[in-house]
């Protein structure tokens, strides 16, 4: 199970940092990906990190901005949102997938997802 928590009101050029929390014992074998969706649109993906936490990947909309890391001895995954945009609101989702599978970047890839939390950014 993954829960998905940190979401709130944040004014633009804001930061945030939303926290993924897993049960059990197999997280440190998962990729670990996260997706936004915002009011009215399709969910998107936002970037991933592998297991070990050595690889990332973000799309270009958050990168330099967006900070994806890991701490698998607490089983969590941080999503850290520095210089928040409007654009930015959204509802977001942790998921995960085992590592055998690479690095998926569509939703279909991953077999685990957590409950979204909304972050609402003011301008």
């Known amino acids: 199970q993954l829960q998905a928590s940190g979401g709130g009101l944040v004014q633009a050029g804001g930061s945030l940092r939303l926290s993924c929390a897993a049960s059990?014992?197999?997280?440190?074998?998962?990729?670990v990906g996260w997706f936004r969706q915002a009011p009215g649109k399709e969910r998107e993906f936002v970037g991933y990190?592998?297991?070990?936490?050595?690889?990332?990947y973000y799309v270009d909309s958050v990168k330099g901005r967006f900070t994806i890391s890991r701490d698998n001895a607490k089983n969590s995954v941080y999503l850290q949102m520095n210089s928040l945009k409007s654009e930015d609101t959204a509802v977001y989702y942790c998921?995960?997938?085992?590592?055998?599978?690479?690095?998926?970047?569509?939703?279909?890839?991953?077999?685990?997802w957590g409950q979204g939390t909304l972050v609402t950014v003011s301008s």
């Open positions: 998921a995960a997938t085992w590592y055998w599978r690479g690095f998926p970047t569509t939703q279909n890839g991953f077999d685990y």
């Open positions: 059990g014992s197999t997280f440190s074998s998962y990729t």
């Open positions: 990190i592998s297991r070990s936490g050595a690889n990332t």
